[in-house]
């Protein structure tokens, strides 16, 4: 079982919603990160968190708006979403930005 | 910025069978790792492998980082190892890359 916890795991949300995914976990680690995926292609870095501050920004639209609450918790906020974000987003820690990554299950997002 | 192929980028075998995944890499790297993603989209960590050879169970991997390459190794291929598999290498703190991956069917 993954210590990364994701929810949710599925969402719809229409162009003019705003909501959030959220990610937690328990390992003590220190770098907590965002990924987003689409189909038939790899893990594409959106942010990276390092001791609860943003260290890498992948020039990602500032319609997608991350929060790191604590060191346990990742959130990334959703507004005014197109279509083509429709994707598997996928969070992920490790100790520190250089070690092993582990990944959770990933909320599959449908922008409509 | 540092170039990951990832080969072959798609593997059909039957159960039973053996396979080797390669990973190359142009750059020095201070870590790598493979992830098997299963259907469902999960992202299962397999190895962390900067250098050497690891075993865990029917699936191996050795990475030559003098020589820029990583290869995985699947015995007696099951259903259950199909999925994409992925190298992801690390240099420094800020270069995080992931391969193209291979994909990989079983048939029973």
């Known amino acids: 079982d993954t210590e990364v916890t994701q929810t949710p795991k599925h969402l719809v949300m229409g162009m003019t919603n705003k909501k959030s995914l959220k990610c937690e976990q328990h390992m003590g680690h220190r770098a907590m990160y965002w990924y987003k995926q689409k189909a038939k292609k790899p893990p594409e870095l959106m942010f990276v968190y390092s001791y609860e501050k943003l260290s890498i920004n992948e020039s990602v639209p500032s319609r997608f708006s991350p929060e790191c609450p604590n060191s346990s918790l990742l959130n990334l906020h959703l507004h005014a979403l197109q279509p083509e974000d429709s994707a598997l987003y996928l969070c992920?820690?490790?100790?520190?930005?250089?070690?092993?990554?582990?990944f959770g299950e990933g909320s599959w997002l449908t922008v409509v | 910025g540092i170039q990951v192929e990832q080969s072959p980028p798609d593997l059909i075998l039957q159960e039973g069978a053996n396979s080797t995944l390669r990973c190359n890499f142009s750059d020095s790297v201070n870590n790598l790792q493979w992830f098997h993603q299963n259907p469902w989209g999960q992202l299962i960590n397999l190895f962390y492998?900067?250098?050497g050879t690891k075993q865990n169970g029917r699936l191996s991997a050795t990475t030559v980082a003098t020589e820029r390459y990583s290869l995985l190794y699947i015995s007696s291929s099951q259903t259950t190892d199909s999925g994409v598999y992925f190298c992801r290498l690390i240099q420094g703190a800020q270069k995080l890359v992931f391969g193209q991956g291979t994909r990989l069917t079983i048939n029973p």
């Open positions: 992920a820690s490790s100790q520190d930005p250089g070690n092993t990554i582990y």
């Open positions: 492998i900067p250098s």
